[in-house]
């Protein structure tokens, strides 16, 4: 069985899922409606299955988190899940390059190629593909449009220069 509910956030209304075990997506306003008519069979609104992802979702709007500590289970091709597992390593208030990313998975060809990958992030805020950002310091492409990114990052920079975080 799959779980759905939503949550109400400073981007927009966000879609959480889970296979009931992991959270396995956070998508934002503009993916839901691709995503809801596909949801039809099989799936199920538990808000049950999300406290934790909810409440710390809630406190890194709040400003109260800096790093999420859920157990997630994103699906892709071994190469997107590689890339997403260095999205996770970006620390809060930082930005790095698709260009960077390339190359840290010793690809310095595959910029793009990680900007797909980064594309299709299943979940989204919590792995941080709004920290990616182009090699000449733009803002350039993000699945939940570019002022939310453009928020996120400005929301984490404010944050950024406190003690402890």
Request: charged share 20%; hydrophobic share 40%.
């Amino acid at each position: 069985m799959n779980y759905y509910t939503f949550l109400e956030s400073p981007v927009d209304r966000l879609l959480l899922t889970s296979d009931g075990e992991f959270l396995t997506g956070v998508y934002m306003e503009i993916e839901i409606q691709k995503l809801l008519p596909r949801m039809v069979n099989n799936w199920q609104q538990d808000a049950t299955h999300f406290t934790k992802a909810i409440a710390q979702l809630n406190a890194y709007f709040a400003r109260d988190l800096v790093e999420f500590d859920l157990p997630m289970k994103a699906k892709g091709t071994p190469f997107q899940e590689a890339v997403w597992q260095l999205l996770s390593t970006i620390p809060y208030g930082e930005t790095v390059s698709y260009k960077n990313i390339a190359e840290r998975m010793h690809l310095p060809k595959a910029a793009r190629a990680v900007g797909m990958a980064n594309g299709q992030n299943p979940i989204s805020i919590i792995i941080p593909c709004h920290r990616v950002i182009g090699a000449n310091g733009k803002l350039t492409g993000y699945g939940g449009g570019i002022h939310r990114k453009q928020w996120l990052l400005a929301h984490e920079d404010k944050q950024a220069s406190l003690p402890g975080h």
